[in-house]
C-alpha cells in the first residue's frame, strides 16, 4: 500500500463534504499539474491518503482511501488529465497543521514541507504513522 496527500481549498472541497460522499467516494477532479496528475496515475485502488485542508487552515483533517484508480477527469475534455476517486475513511482528533509538521524534524523530508504547492504529493509510511499518532489516531 502506498500513501498520499490530497490538498484542497475548503471553500472549494471541504473534509465535511467528503465525509458527506460516504462510500461513494469523490472524483478528485480539476488538478492540472503533471506532476500531481502522475502521482494519481500511480494509485491502486486501497492506497490512503491524507485530506488536507489548504488555504486559510492548512491542516490534515482526516484520512481518505482511494476506490476507483486514475482514469479521464470528467471535468475536462482534454485527455491529458486523469483522476482517481477518493473516499473518507476517519477524521483527524486534532488536525495536525503545517506548522506542526514543519517544527517535527522527523516530518522535515516530507514533500508538504519541500514542495508544498504540489496538490496530490506522495507520504512515507512513517510520515504517515507519525502524522496519524500526532492527530490522534
Known sequence: MNYWLFKSEPSTW????QLAKGEEGEEWDGVRNYQARNHMRDMKIGDRGFFYHSQTE?????????CAEAHPDSTTDDERWECVDIKA???????????MVKADERLSEMVLVKNSRLSVQPVTEAEWKIIRKIGGI
Do not use: F, Y
Request: net charge negative.
Open 14 to 17: 471541504s473534509w465535511d463534504q
Open 58 to 66: 492548512k491542516a490534515i483533517v482526516g484520512t481518505v482511501e482511494v
Open 89 to 99: 475513511i476517519e477524521s483527524l482528533k486534532t488536525p495536525v497543521t503545517l506548522e
